[in-house]
C-alpha cells in the first residue's frame, strides 16, 4: 500500500455495527510511501495507523 500527504483514507468496520472511519493522511513515515500513516480522523482525533485489508486509499485529486 502506498499513500501520499493529503489522500484520504477510508478504514471500513470490521464487524457489523462497527462504524467506518475516515481521515486524511498528514504524514508518510515509511519509505516510498509505505506505512505507517499519520492520519486526522473526521471526529478530530489524530493516529499513527499500519493500516490492514479493511482499508482503502482514496488518492487527492490531481489539478
Known amino acids: 500500500m502506498q499513500a501520499t500527504v493529503g489522500d484520504q483514507i477510508h478504514i471500513h468496520g470490521r ?3 462497527m462504524a467506518d ?3 486524511e493522511i498528514t504524514e508518510v513515515r515509511g519509505t516510498d510511501g509505505e ?3 499519520l492520519v486526522q480522523f473526521e471526529d478530530g482525533h489524530e493516529g499513527l495507523i499500519y493500516p490492514g485489508p479493511d482499508t ?3 488518492r487527492q485529486q490531481q489539478h
Open 15 to 17: 464487524s457489523v455495527g
Open 21 to 23: 472511519r475516515k481521515g
Open 35 to 37: 506505512p505507517p500513516y
Open 56 to 58: 482503502v486509499i482514496e
